[in-house]
């Protein structure tokens, strides 16, 4: 169920994405507009640009709004900042000195302008979007999550604002409200993945930014909420939003951009070199969000704005690259993996629909029998839905043999150790295949094994791990108390485990595999990432749960070869003993009878 959920929740949220994305790149060609002028807190006009309409309809610096008398249109614009159609009318009343007058402007029109900004936010935006629901769908986690979420208010289309500016009743609300939410959502989801990237475990600074984006979000989302529904049905000058309205924007992006730095200062070694290109893309995207948002409430300069709003729109694609590969080579996904599984599905899909086509076709257009065609229709989905299992397996097996080689020889080779490992005679050589056989097959960064001796756990094989690395655990270790008592393997991160003496960085262990003989927890198999950096897959972690299953299945042959081992020299020892009975026994009835 929850799986279903979230392919649901994943699936709306592309849908949207796409539609937005579309109506942008469908209708980039309408003009984008500025009415070239910015309002004090008293409402009055702090700064008009020389060369825009409303200074030709000679509106000063200095001048006062009557806020009463400016249409939604106009309101938007000032309080919330939101573009304006090119060309569009707002007519209001302005008090110069003594005078009242009313007066028309139009917004000026920045055609290359808007057209460069609504194609870079929807294609930049949609990048952004597709590889965020590609990460939850196949690595749902806090930090994926948020990285999904970073996208909706990227791609939002400027028609669709462009009406709710002209529009009222109970529609237009709605909107205003999913948009404040939909706006809301994203400086929280930058906070949260800022400080979750790149192992969704934030630490130190990183962890108060994220303990505080939920909140954040919250408070955001109320003030947004409360700034549309105002401007929308409220005549009089919100004042106190202007500072708030901004706080909301530049707060968090700081956050942010705080974590970020907290996790690329606390990291050693080689990680931190492979974490530049995805920190400095969102330190560009915040910074630029943060400058937009400042600059923009105090200049009237187009070009400056401009070049603002390209910075930030652009920067989603930059992020999209980055974080497709960083995330990849940072333990969230195996890419062979997806391209394994995409090819799969395709092939099943295209030939599903092949094959209804080529039914209709045949019997309902050529032989214009659609009786037939409906028949075998129908006869071909039940066979399709019957054979699907198999086809799936076959196909799957075919691609990874032919296509990823490589990876295919390693499962088949942890395999035949499996087959294997129930055969042993010796523990050792079950520790063996545990760690060496993994680390050879799969390429992995490091490998341990602890049995179960005299109450605790001791490292008895280990692949990099050193000397002064944990040589035991306790029985009431966190990480042994968890797998004794759920018995199924578990990521170690996910549970509170701190210890000091494990190995970090590459060597880090993000696979606990429990091996029970019977319903007791005899041994726990600690595994690390590739060599590479790159996380295992559900299909690598499957394997390692089959060896470690088998493995289970070798200590109890062990075990039930030692019962009968014991066994049979009791048995002989007893049969001595009854000998010897039996003799002391004749000798006594001989002495007794002399």
């Not at 309809?57 to 309101?75: K, M, N, Q, S």
């Not at 726990?524 to 289970?552: F, N, V």
């Amino acid at each position: 169920m929850r799986y279903a959920a979230r392919v649901a929740f994943i699936t709306v949220l592309a849908l949207f994405e796409i539609v937005a994305a579309a109506v942008s790149i469908g209708s980039f060609q309408k003009p984008i507009g500025t009415y070239g002028f910015l309002l004090s807190k008293d409402v009055t006009f702090a700064e008009i640009d020389p060369g825009s309409l409303t200074a030709r309809a000679g509106i000063v610096t200095g001048d006062r709004l009557l806020y009463e008398t400016l249409p939604l249109r106009g309101r938007r614009y000032a309080i919330l900042n939101e573009e304006v159609p090119g060309g569009a009318p707002i007519a209001f009343a302005i008090v110069h000195g003594a005078r009242t007058r009313w007066v028309t402007v139009r917004a000026t029109d920045l055609l290359a302008i808007g057209q460069t900004e609504s194609l870079t936010y929807a294609i930049a935006g949609l990048a952004m979007g597709i590889v965020g629901l590609v990460l939850v769908l196949l690595r749902p986690s806090r930090m994926t999550w948020a990285f999904a979420l970073i996208a909706p208010a990227l791609v939002l289309p400027f028609p669709w604002l462009f009406w709710a500016q002209q529009s009222g009743g109970a529609a237009a609300t709605l909107f205003d409200v999913f948009v404040a939410l939909i706006y809301a959502m994203q400086p929280a989801a930058i906070m949260i993945f800022a400080s979750r990237f790149p192992s969704d475990r934030p630490t130190g600074t990183a962890r108060l930014v994220d303990r505080l984006a939920l909140p954040s979000g919250v408070a955001i989302a109320g003030l947004y909420l409360y700034a549309y529904l105002e401007v929308r049905y409220s005549h009089a000058p919100p004042v106190h939003l202007f500072s708030l309205y901004d706080l909301s924007v530049v707060i968090p992006g700081l956050a942010a951009l705080l974590a970020l730095i907290s996790t690329y200062v606390t990291t050693r070694g080689a990680a931190r070199s492979r974490l530049v290109p995805v920190i400095g893309s969102f330190v560009l995207l915040i910074l630029a969000d943060v400058l937009q948002q400042i600059v923009g409430e105090h200049t009237t300069n187009n070009t400056v704005s401009f070049t603002l709003a390209l910075l930030f729109s652009l920067s989603p694609a930059l992020i999209a690259i980055t974080v497709a590969y960083g995330i990849v080579r940072h333990r969230v996904m195996d890419i062979s993996f997806i391209i394994s599984r995409t090819l799969v599905y395709t092939i099943l899909t295209f030939g599903a629909v092949a094959l209804f086509a080529l039914i209709e076709y045949v019997f309902g257009r050529e032989l214009e029998h659609q009786g037939v065609a409906t028949i075998l229709n129908i006869l071909a989905a039940v066979g399709l839905g019957i054979s699907f299992n198999l086809l799936h397996r076959h196909l799957e097996d075919w691609i990874d043999r032919f296509l990823f080689r490589q990876r295919h020889l390693a499962e088949q080779r942890l395999a035949a150790v499996a087959r294997a490992l129930p055969h042993a005679s010796t523990a050792a050589a079950i520790e063996a295949a545990l760690v060496d056989e993994p680390v050879a097959a799969l390429g992995l960064s490091s490998a341990a094994v602890f049995r179960h001796e005299k109450g605790r756990y001791r490292r008895v094989r280990a692949h990099a791990w050193t000397d002064d690395e944990a040589a035991e655990l306790d029985a009431d270790d966190a990480l042994a108390l968890r797998l004794r008592a759920d018995l199924v393997a578990i990521d170690p991160s996910d549970l509170p485990w701190p210890r000091t003496d494990l190995p970090g960085g590459d060597r880090q262990a993000i696979y606990a595999v429990p091996i029970i003989v019977g319903h007791h927890l005899e041994a726990i198999a600690l595994y690390g990432g590739h060599g590479t950096g790159e996380d295992l897959d559900p299909d690598e972690r499957s394997t390692l749960r089959k060896l470690a299953a088998a493995a289970s299945a070798g200590y109890d042959h062990i075990a039930a070869v030692d019962l009968r081992t014991r066994l049979r020299d009791a048995e002989s020892e007893n049969a001595t003993l009854r000998g010897v009975e039996r003799k002391l026994s004749e000798l006594l009835a001989k002495r007794l009878q002399s």
